[in-house]
């Protein structure tokens, strides 16, 4: 999936997480009651994959009229050359 408008470039973020795929198209699904009771998503990251350390980051909202700001809405880690989604307003989405 690439997501332009959640962050300052193009990035592709692959889900670690269950996801159904429909048609060809993958779908996630998060209620706001999930969201709400996962827990808060720290500055750093225990990788899954290799095991290490990552720094979690956040993307820019761009503005109509074409103006960027931070935006917390998706939190996303590096591990090598990939990037993985990690949370969603503030909340570790990895724990739901």
Do not use: W
């Not at 996630?28 to 720094?55: M, T, V």
């Not at 503005?63 to 590096?78: E, I, M, N, V, W």
């Amino acid at each position: 999936m690439t997501y332009q408008a959640a962050f300052s470039r193009p990035v592709t973020v692959r889900l670690m997480l269950s996801v159904r795929f429909l048609g060809g198209c993958p779908m996630l699904a998060i209620g706001n009651d999930e969201i709400e009771k996962a827990p808060k998503l720290g500055n750093f990251i225990l990788c899954s994959i290799c095991g290490k350390r990552h720094k979690v980051e956040y993307g820019e909202e761009v503005l109509p009229d074409g103006t960027k700001k931070p935006s917390k809405l998706l939190a996303f880690y590096k591990c090598g050359e990939k990037n993985y989604l990690a949370g969603i307003n503030g909340k570790d989405i990895r724990k739901i």
